[in-house]
């Protein structure tokens, strides 16, 4: 086909072609990009001195432009602060101040990426040179992109072309992966949401070891890695992580608090003497590992470098996901998320928890668009102190957690049955108290009894705008004592799930706190988020046997216990306590028969009450009367 077109002689192209044969014959050289009338250097040796003075020069210039444009930007941020008139009070003003400066200057790194990369804390003096090198290298490789042309593979390759400078978006802890896709358009086709950010992953240990530690990066890694895997990622739509503000993390904690926990060292240097001193004087502990935590016995781990910007981006992605999920910018969504939140205390950090993720978002939820009626449900194995006690006295916001309690025995201790709020917010705490241990292991069939009886009567009768759950997977297979003990299935957690969409129009938000088992929590979640897709499948379904089984004794007990205390407070509950002892199947039966009876019922009351109808006098009783009247 090329002998079919005319023949064509262009002199560029000849005087090319003919440069290139020469090169063939002999030594190669590489192209330089020629800035100068003076000829090129024949001397190899003159040649490549030449290059690496380029290199140089261009790498000054890349450099001086870097930080000429650097304090632009800081100067034009700092004029913009000094110029605004925030409507904040003035002990804020100074705070949010800082927090701005951080996020400037992490807008200025990732636009400065092509000639500068960020580096991560290093352990030792032979890491922190290996990435020394490796930076150096990766400039040089990026200052060389403009000079040095590809190399042509054939007559048909562009001569012009160059190599595309290398360069980094984000400085990831080791392990993970940079494709997280960054798509914050709604899809069409797909009204689920998933919250995550990488930033999460950095809050770790200092000692290194993660097997060290039950609360890690691998969980939410290999959350992730699942959902990606089976191709669930691609069919939701994916929210862009934002750090949550210190106003919004101080809905729900002290100030001084906030502010320790929600600062690293440097931005804590910058406050006024003012601020320091309302920062509470928390002493950090050595751990076993050698790395620094809040408390030896429950293995609270804490990074100075990197926990505070991940313990907010965990709230700024619960709270962004619950207010698109509220306003019906999605139907439903799953923040993944850590650390967890729902032990962290207004003023304590406990349980890996620093800030209560799930309860800032209730509080935003209830400032911003006025929601009148919030659902919580925690159906982690442990029970959420810290949210029962910031919605003790709250009647706009119902609580109901189903945890191991064993007579406060288990962690935290807190969360009897007999805890049902104050003031304004009695009857709305509502706790499902399991007890006896693990004599038999709590699973499927006592969860389904939950639900059935409490659960699911008390959260229609409360009518939520909007549903959020503690999605803890921490009472699932492959937990140890005291980490959990249970057995619900990924099916039961499903089940949960598939029950709670039936309410609020099916704004459901679930949070990640607990689940420590990789296998567990990745079956769990995958599972969970099927069926907020929609794609209910055979596989989180129950057999038959999990249907017939009846809970055990300690579980029968409970619930009892539970539905005599919040039948005080509610009136569908009190005739479910005879559900309690059946199984799921014989539970079934039981209501349908009932709903039957009801029904009859009902339609005798109706005709009961219908007026009779009158019966015709006889026509001679009425002529004789009218007689007597006209007499």
């Known amino acids: 086909m090329m002998g079919s077109l005319p023949a064509f002689k262009d002199p560029n192209t000849c005087a090319i072609a003919q440069g290139m044969s020469q090169r063939m014959m002999g030594p190669v050289h590489r192209p330089l990009v020629r800035t100068r009338s003076e000829p090129l250097p024949t001397n190899p040796s003159q040649q490549i001195q030449q290059l690496h003075q380029q290199q140089r020069l261009l790498l000054q210039q890349q450099q001086q432009q870097f930080h000429h444009q650097q304090q632009q930007l800081l100067q034009r941020h700092k004029a913009k602060q000094e110029a605004s008139n925030f409507k904040r009070l003035h002990n804020n003003r100074v705070i949010e101040r800082y927090v701005e400066e951080d996020e400037e200057e992490e807008a200025v790194e990732q636009m400065t990426d092509v000639v500068k990369v960020k580096q991560e804390p290093v352990d030792s003096e032979e890491e922190r040179i290996r990435l020394q090198q490796e930076q150096e290298e990766l400039m040089k490789q990026q200052s060389l992109g403009p000079l ?25 802890p080791p392990g993970t992966s940079s494709t997280f896709p960054r798509n914050d358009q709604l899809r069409n086709d797909s009204t689920t949401g998933l919250a995550f950010d990488q930033q999460m992953l950095k809050h770790q240990c200092s000692c290194g070891d993660n097997s060290n530690h039950p609360e890690h990066p691998g969980r939410l890694q290999s959350i992730w890695a699942r959902l990606q895997e089976r191709g669930i990622v691609a069919e939701c739509h994916q929210l862009h992580g934002r750090k949550g503000t210190l106003e919004e993390i101080q809905s729900c904690h002290s100030e001084g608090y906030t502010l320790f926990y929600g600062t690293n060292n440097l931005n804590r240097s910058r406050l006024d003497s003012s601020k320091l001193a309302i920062i509470p004087r928390l002493n950090f502990t ?63 950090a406990m349980g890996f928890c620093f800030f209560n993720n799930i309860a800032i978002a209730a509080k935003q939820l209830r400032k911003e668009l006025k929601l009148n009626k919030i659902l919580i449900v925690d159906w982690d194995v442990h029970h959420g102190n810290s949210t029962q006690k910031l919605f003790y006295d709250d009647q706009h916001v119902l609580y109901i957690s189903l945890h191991r309690h064993d007579n406060g025995n288990f962690f935290p201790g807190t969360g009897a049955s007999d805890e049902c709020g104050c003031g304004d917010g009695l009857g709305f ?64 957690f499903a089940y949960m799930t598939r029950q709670l969409m039936t309410l609020a129009g099916g704004r459901v938000v679930l949070v990640l706190e607990g689940g420590y088992d990789l296998t567990s929590i990745c079956d769990a979640a995958e599972a969970c988020t099927m069926v907020l897709l929609g794609k ?40 479910k306590a005879n559900l309690a002892a059946c199984s799921a199947s014989e539970a079934a039966d039981k209501e349908h028969e009932e709903t039957v009876n009801a029904m009859a019922s009902l339609s005798m009351q109706v005709k009961q009450e219908q007026p009779a109808e009158e019966e015709p006098m006889d026509a001679e009783i009425i002529i004789e009367e009218t007689q007597a009247d006209t007499s």
């Not at 042509?152 to 400085?171: A, C, E, V």
């Not at 990074?303 to 999605?330: E, H, P, Q, R, W």
């Not at 055990?552 to 407070?569: D, G, H, P, Y």
């Open 286 to 348: 050595y751990l076993p590992c050698g790395g620094l935590g809040v408390d030896s016995d429950n293995d609270t781990v804490w990074n100075d470098y990197n926990s505070s910007g991940a313990v907010k981006m965990a709230v700024g992605c619960v709270i962004d996901l619950a207010f698109k999920v509220s306003t019906g910018s999605l139907k439903n969504g799953f923040a993944l998320v850590r650390p967890p939140g729902h032990h962290a205390e207004v003023s304590q």
């Open 429 to 492: 705490n509502v706790n499902i108290a399991w007890h006896g241990g693990l004599d038999p292991p709590l699973g499927d069939a006592e969860y389904l009894a939950a639900f059935r009886t409490i659960v699911m009567p008390l959260a229609r009768e409360f009518s939520p705008d909007v549903v959020l759950v503690s999605a803890g997977f921490d009472a699932a297979p492959g937990h140890p004592n005291p980490l959990g003990g249970y057995e619900v299935s990924h099916a039961g």
């Open 536 to 575: 209910d499948g055979p596989e989180l379904q129950f057999s038959r046997e999990v249907m017939e089984r009846r809970p055990c004794k300690n579980a029968v007990l409970c619930l009892q216990k539970t539905v005599q205390i919040q039948s005080e407070f509610w009136t569908s509950v009190r005739n």
């Open 148 to 172: 040095t042309p590809s190399t042509p593979t054939g007559l048909g390759d562009d001569l012009n072309s160059i190599h595309k400078p290398i360069s980094r978006t984000k400085s990831l």
